[in-house]
Structure formats: C-alpha cells, structure tokens
C-alpha cells in the first residue's frame, strides 16, 4: 500500500454553499469580442479620447466672440473728493464735508462681448493642435487594443496549453494508478515482486506533484484570462480549442500605431513653435459694452442712464523675462525627444518584424516534428502493447511507454498553440489584431 493517500485534487464543496456556477462558454473570437467591451485599460483609452475631443471644444472658443450679461448692486461712501482742491474752498460756496461724501447707490445692467482680432495665427494653430491631439489619442487607443486583443489571444492559449498539460498528467496519473493495481494483483498470484510494487508506486508519487502543479497552472491562468475579459477572477469558463491555424501567406501589414502616434506628437511640435513666436507678436482685440447705470432702479433702462463703450486694444509684448526664448528652447529639446523615440522605434519594429517571421518558420517546423514524434510513439506504444500481450516485456516497460506516448502528446499540443502564438506575434508586428 502507499504510504499515504493520493491528495485529491478538486476539494469537495462545503455544506450549505451556493450552487456551483455554470461555466461561461467562450472561443477565441468571442473572448477577443468581450475584451473590445469590457477590458478596462481599453475603456480608460477610449475614455482618453473623447477627452481630446472635449479639448477642441474648448480650445475653438478662445477664437470665438464672448458675451457675458452683468447685474451688479454698489452702495458706496467715496471720501476722495475731500482730498482734492476742490475740498478746500468748498466751504467758501457754503458746502460742508458731509454733503460732499454722501453715501450713493448704483445700479448697473450691461452686457460685455469681446473677440480676439488678430493673433498671428495663434488661436488657428491652437485649434489645429488639439485636432491632432485627438487623433494622437486615437493612435494610443489602437495601440493598446493591439496589445490587450494580443494579450488575451496569448492568455487563452495559456489555459488551452495549461489544460492539455493537466489532461495529460492526468492520464499519466490514472495509467500509474491502474499500474500499482495490477502489480498488487500480480503480487497476491505471486507473479511479481516487492521491487515490483515498490517501483509502481513510486511512479504514482512521482507523478501526484506534477498533477497538483498542473492543476495550479490552469487555475493561474484561467485568473489572468478573467482579468483581460473584464470578469471576476473566479467566474468559470468553458473554453473552445483551436485546432491547427490555416496555412495562408504573410499578410500585407500597416503603418504601427506607435509609429503614427510619434509623428503625429511630432507635428503637434512643430505646431508649438508657431504659437510660442505669435506670443512674441502684437495682438489685436475687440471689446464693446452696452448697458444702463443709475442711482435708483426706476431710472434702470431709460435715458440719458444708457452707457455704452467699444475699444480695439493693441498688446506688444516688448519683454517677457526671457520666457518665450525658454518655451521655445524646451520645445525643440521636446522635439528632438520624440523624433529620437520615433527612430528607435521604427528599428525596434523592423528587428520585431524579422524575429517575428523567423519564430513563426521554426514553429512551423517544431510543429511537424512533434506531429511526426507523436505518430511515432503511437506507432511504439501499440507494438508495446502487442508485445506486453504476449508476455514479452513487462507492465514496466508499458507504463514508461505509455509515459512516453503522453509526453509526446503534450509537445505536440504544445507545438500547435506554439504556432498559434508565433502567427499572434507575426501579426501584432505587423499592426494587425490576433484575428
């Protein structure tokens, strides 16, 4: 007998829990589809981009006109008049200090509108800057929906791969099991030996650590799938294999999103500089104010209590304490930063793409091995069997082949989601989903 008892690997569910969940039926396409609505890093993107569009709303206002309507009560007690010449012969006329600085109340409607004349091109550019931060945000949206579409691919390969690995130790575990009973039976007839029995349950033991680490595999990576979808960590799936990826030549790629994210932060540069030289320019301003101003509000709207006013205002800046010159020397370094960036990463896809396309020539290549590996072992566990049938080897040498034919199911299950993961790969350097 075994020293101790195998540990199950599914612990029982306690009294009175709820009722186990159904698991949620998924295939890579629908995961892929859940994951465009559901994952948050793709929702915050999103939401990145619709704040670049509230940006052009309001940078467009700076260059349209602003009207603004102004109630205002003032009651006031103004003593300046006592401090003026005025003040000091007033007396002479017999008017005392008092009935100079009376208390006055005043009542003003009016409504203000300004616009912006001319700023050297400032508010246009400003207008044109947001557009493309916008866009630019949209190129960082496509970037990380690439990412996080690439990353559930890999993700749900890594539960069909981590599943397969545990379907195969659990065959290697219930084949050891059925060993130890035959030899156990063998012993009691007599036809084998302690070493025998010694030797089969050493082959469980062996194998019982390898099934508790499979089990923790698939549940790991069932979590990190979860996580991608936007589901609870613990919500059960059913997921739908893949079978072997259809033979098809090299898709025609498109320009990266990483690329078109760098030249698009370029030209917003560029179009900094514009701005930062208008602000060294003089700007040009119109402003005009109607409204009525009285004393008592039944004087309110009625002449002669109508005032109005209407200006064009000329600001030139002469000296800024070297300002300007700052922002436009950090704006060129800034420049410089991201053209350097946008070098780099062109080098980076290009390598990408070359390793890309070499990964996916030698998955295909360890995918054919492991099929012709595996129809071999098949091929050598039957004449094993034939043999064990007629007594030439012993239940030994047919467990290690056996063990054998299931290693060799697991490369070669493991070779196709390889070659699933090497077309992922040559995909995403071409900027292109999983699917």
Known sequence: MLPFSPPAIQEAAPQGAAAPQAPLSLDLSSAL????????????????????????????ADALPQLTLVGDFTRVRDVSLLNSSFATSAATFGLTPDSLVGTTSIYTTQANLTQPLFYWG??????????MGEQEASYSFT??????LHGV?????AVLAAQAEQEVIESRRKTAEQFVGDVKAKLEAQTATELDRLRAESELLAVIPDSLQADANVKRSLEVLN????????????????????????????ERSELAQLKQQEAM????????????????????????????TDNLFKEPYDAWRVSVTMKFPIFDGLRSSGKRAQNSAQLEQV???????????????????????KAIALNEAARRAHDAMLEALRMSRDS????????????????SERQAESQRRRAELGLWSARFDQRRSLGLPPL
């Open 122 to 131: 400032k508010l246009g550019t400003a207008i044109d800057i947001a557009r």
């Open 33 to 60: 589809a859940r994951a465009r609505h559901e994952n948050p890093m793709l929702r915050a993107a999103k939401a990145r981009v619709d704040e670049r569009r509230g940006l052009i709303t309001s940078t467009r």
């Open 143 to 148: 970037t990380s929906e690439l990412d996080v």
């Open 153 to 157: 691919a890999k993700a749900y390969l």
């Open 388 to 403: 064990f049938d007629q007594g030439l080897i012993t239940s030994l040498d047919l467990l290690q082949a056996e063990r």
């Open 269 to 296: 540069y560029r179009a900094n500089e514009k701005i930062i030289i208008s602000d060294l320019r003089p700007k040009f301003d119109f402003s005009a104010s109607y409204g009525y101003q009285a004393g008592k």
């Open 227 to 254: 996580g991608q979808l936007g589901l609870d960590p613990r919500t059960p799936l059913a997921l739908a294999g893949v079978g072997l990826p259809e033979v098809s030549a090299r898709p025609a790629g498109v």
């Open 339 to 361: 053209r350097q960036s946008r070098i780099d990463r062109e080098r980076s896809v290009a390598i990408e793409q070359s390793t890309a396309d070499r990964e996916l020539e």
